[in-house]
């Protein structure tokens, strides 16, 4: 009861405003546009950089692609992310909440970044998104039955292929950068971005908030512009947006975002080395009756995270 009251007196008193909050649709096409103006940006400083080492940057990453390639799109995918999600992210936020509230940075309140979770909260965090894999995996099977028009499925094709010349790790500096740009990164960035500014303008107009969550974990899923695992990527964003709802704190579902795609990495890394015989690139088939278990699982440590969280 003690760790309860504790969080309800530091996470569930409202910040009084001083300042009236921006219109939604003004936050969101801001955010869009600096996402597209930032990724610019990233972009071109790749293109500087490699025209200054003589990088040629015609080549297109594949399973095969040697170490130079490899290294090239790391530094591409590196920047773009950076400028795109978490510079792009950040200045949404500092344009909109800066001042916003009766604190000097209105943004921390905004984006509830003022308290590191305990580890029983992390911890939480992150067994959901464990016993949830089962289930997000069987999606893509569900994912696979639907027809697909010729375009989404070749340029699914060229994403996998690309993501696996990415995750190609001969070295422990290869699978360092990798849990950075594939882990990290993301883990930050597109939290900042689609917890932080979709989902919480999105509950700002629409009253039910998992109609929220629901709608800002599709816009996450079609941002990735992977149709063939539209419904799995959901499933994670609407996972991520209900931790951040429910735990009213940036940092729970950043930690369960970070373990989801750092355990990919980790686990290509141990495949490549012969440590397991899991291929996490191929299609996982999952029995409906794992997926079963996983649902009910899941709503058990949802619950657990409810009732932490309960007034």
Excluded at 52 to 79: F, H
Excluded at 174 to 192: C, D, M, T, Y
Aim: with cysteine; charged share 15%.
């Amino acid at each position: 009861m003690q760790e309860n009251e504790q969080i309800d007196q530091h996470d569930f008193l409202p910040t009084t405003p001083v300042l009236p909050e921006p219109r939604v649709r003004l936050v969101l096409l801001a955010q869009i546009s600096l996402m597209v103006f930032c990724s610019g940006i990233g972009v071109m400083l790749y293109y500087m950089i490699c025209t200054i080492a003589g990088w040629d940057t015609s080549a297109a990453l594949s399973a095969d692609s040697p170490l130079m390639v490899r290294w090239q799109v790391r530094l591409q995918l590196g920047l773009t992310h950076l400028f795109g999600f978490l510079v792009a992210g950040a200045v949404t936020v500092r344009i909109f909440y800066q001042g916003i509230t009766q604190t000097q940075t209105g943004w921390p309140d905004y984006l509830q970044t003022r308290r590191w979770p305990q580890a029983t909260e992390l911890l939480l965090g992150i067994l959901l998104m464990a016993v949830s894999l089962p289930l997000v995996l069987y999606t893509l099977t569900i994912n696979q039955q639907f027809p697909l028009p010729e375009i989404f499925k070749s340029a699914g094709e060229q994403a996998d292929e690309a993501l696996k010349g990415l995750l190609h790790m001969d070295s422990w500096a290869e699978f360092v950068v990798n849990v950075v740009l594939v882990a990290l990164l993301p883990a930050l960035g597109e939290e900042l971005v689609f917890r932080g500014v979709v989902q919480q303008q999105l509950m700002r107009r629409i009253a039910n908030p998992w109609v929220a969550i629901l709608v800002s974990a599709a816009i996450f899923s079609a941002a990735h512009f992977q149709f063939d695992g539209f419904l799995p990527r959901m499933m994670l964003g609407f996972l991520l947006g209900w931790l951040y709802w429910r735990t009213k704190n940036f940092w729970v579902p950043v930690a369960g975002h970070f373990f989801n795609n750092g355990l990919q990495v980790a686990g290509q890394y141990l495949y490549g080395k012969e440590l397991t015989s899991i291929d996490l690139e191929k299609d996982v088939q999952v029995p409906w009756e794992f997926a079963a278990i996983s649902v009910f699982l899941t709503w058990v440590v949802m619950r657990l995270i409810g009732q932490l969280y309960k007034k």
